[in-house]
């Protein structure tokens, strides 16, 4: 049985919490893994990842799942902050031993992926995302015309699913910045954030969904280019994160359980 601990303050001043879900045998050589939620930076919650909480403590990993501050009333750079914070206050618990920064792992959701991207330039964590979104700039450039929409189908009587997926990309995209900025975009992408501590990495994503494919080809090659190892697995379809997180969930811990293995015996 999964023991769930709710409700743990992080951060006092934001009053930012976390819940966290303990497997049933706990040791010092416990497994860590932090979960981030999606939702576009406007939505979203701990309390809706439960039953993967729950999924992953059965798994074998203490699962820690924070929420962060959400867009509109907080705009970028709010949830990267928290996302920081957030380990911070994880490594300096009671929930942690001296060493146990080489057990912690990440999955991140959506935009809860690239948050762990942005965790694991800075901590080295061995990650795996699922639709993690990396560029804002150039898509913003290059889609001037779309019409931001969080529900394009219903407002904008949209029938494509991609002219869908477009809509929604730019509105969430628009929401998170706070306003049309182009300097806050690029301070967005992924490309731009510190990687010089990033580890093992793999990236999940569908040919056709909400996350531009060009965009994370481009983001792999950056990547390539600065000699960092990645694993991109590109999914047929247009499912988007979650809708494909329980087909794929036992290929991202068996890529998680091997890295920490490697790095143990290092």
């Known amino acids: 049985m999964v023991v769930i601990k709710k409700d743990i303050i992080y951060d006092e001043n934001n009053n930012l919490k976390t819940d966290i879900y303990f497997p049933n045998n706990t040791n010092s050589q416990t497994k860590i893994l932090i979960f981030w939620h999606g939702g576009g930076w406007f939505a979203g919650s701990k309390n809706d990842v439960k039953n993967w909480g729950i999924k992953l403590a059965n798994a074998g990993f203490m699962t820690l799942i ?12 709010a949830a990267y902050n928290d996302s920081k914070k957030f380990v911070e206050w994880l490594l300096d618990s009671e929930y942690t031993d001296d060493n146990d920064q080489q057990n912690i792992v990440q999955i991140g959701a959506s935009v809860g992926g690239t948050q762990a991207l942005y965790i694991a330039g800075l901590y080295g964590f061995p990650t795996v995302t699922w639709s993690a979104s990396v560029d804002f700039s150039n898509w913003m450039k290059n889609h001037q015309k779309v019409i931001p929409s969080r529900y394009g189908a219903n407002e904008l009587h949209l029938t494509d699913l991609h002219d869908i ?7 969430f ?5 706070g306003k049309d900025d182009p300097v806050i975009y690029k301070q967005m992408d992924a490309q731009n954030y510190d990687f010089s501590k990033l580890g093992r990495l793999k990236m999940i994503n569908s040919a056709h969904e909400l996350v531009p494919l060009d ?6 090659a950056f990547l390539a280019n600065k000699d960092h190892e990645v694993e ?4 047929k379809g247009h499912r988007h994160a979650m809708d494909y997180a329980k ?8 890529f998680l359980f091997q890295t920490i293995k490697e790095k143990k015996n290092d």
Do not use: C, H, Q, W
Request: charged share 20%; no cysteine.
């Open 173 to 177: 995209v628009m929401t998170y910045a």
């Open 165 to 171: 997926f477009e809509s929604f990309y730019k509105f």
């Open 66 to 77: 924070p929420d962060y501050r959400l867009a509109p009333t907080f705009t970028f750079p």
């Open 247 to 254: 087909d794929y969930l036992d290929e991202s811990l068996d």
């Open 232 to 235: 991109l697995l590109v999914i």
């Open 215 to 220: 965009g994370v080809l481009n983001f792999i």
